[in-house]
């Protein structure tokens, strides 16, 4: 694994090679020297690892996180094959978790989605890194409300929406400015069954809850039962009639 991530002439796979050597074997002594000779490589998915692995090791820097934005722009001159991408947004989500800079140029990518200027972040990569790196942050709750309010398509600019209320439950559960706002929007969009249930469990409000009950009914219901599962111990779901006779 070594060998592969020092040496390999497949740059992916060295920078593949590179992640799975830190992960696995984090004291490794050839991982100083794989990342010196990665740190300026020709690249984008070996200067991604390297600067991956600095960030597990606590050694990252400035101009770590600048490279990062490069990354994430719009347009950018350093452009990351799509199957690296969501890399991006996690790395700057465990490297500056918290970072008001971080947060304020996220915020300002987003809020001029029809802003053109290609040195704003992308609009999933500025969702991702904001909804990972900011937990239960006010203005990062105010977005997203804002968001799930008005727009049809909450989180529309992420390639799988899904990922954005994975998100929202593990960093903003119970959070009341975005369960306020899930609420009405769950009538909207009875529809999308997958999304509806996993929008309901972010607050699990008796009324997230009655539509998870409703939508067992539904053609496919797979995604409404797995989420009543998960909350299976509220007495308004274990007592409908219609979950004991979907679930049997």
């Known amino acids: 694994m070594a060998q592969l991530a020092l040496k390999s002439p497949r740059p ?3 920078a593949a090679a590179m992640e799975a050597l830190a992960l696995g074997w984090p004291k490794h002594p050839s991982i100083e020297s794989i990342l010196d000779h990665s740190g300026n490589s020709a690249s984008p998915e070996v200067l991604l690892a390297s600067i991956g692995v600095r960030i597990a090791r606590g050694i990252h820097e400035d101009s770590d996180f600048d490279v990062l934005l490069e990354m994430s722009r719009r347009r950018r001159e350093i ?5 690296w ?5 996690n790395e700057l989500a465990k490297g500056w978790r918290g970072s008001q800079s971080l947060k304020a140029k996220c915020l300002e990518a987003l809020g001029g ?3 053109h ?3 704003l972040l992308s ?9 990972s790196a900011f937990p239960h942050d006010a203005d990062v709750a105010k977005y997203c409300a804002y968001v799930i309010a008005n727009d049809r398509y909450p989180f529309i600019g992420m390639f799988d929406r899904s990922d954005a209320w994975r998100l929202l439950r593990e960093n903003f559960e119970d959070d009341s400015v975005i369960v306020a706002a899930i609420d009405p929007w769950l009538e909207k969009d009875k529809v999308d069954s997958m999304n509806v249930s996993l929008a309901g469990q972010v607050g699990r409000t008796p009324r997230a809850k009655q539509m998870l009950i409703e939508t067992l009914a539904v053609s496919f219901p797979h995604w409404s039962a797995w989420c009543v ?4 111990d509220s007495g308004e779901i ?3 009639p219609h979950t004991g006779a979907r679930m049997c």
């Open 85 to 89: 991408r969501d890399e991006i947004a």
């Open 79 to 83: 452009d990351v094959d799509y199957g």
């Open 229 to 232: 599962w998960r909350i299976a």
């Open 123 to 131: 609009n999933e990569i500025a969702t991702r890194v904001l909804l």
């Open 117 to 119: 200027r290609g040195d």
């Open 238 to 240: 274990s007592n409908s």
């Open 113 to 115: 989605r029809y802003d």
């Open 12 to 14: 992916k796979l060295r």
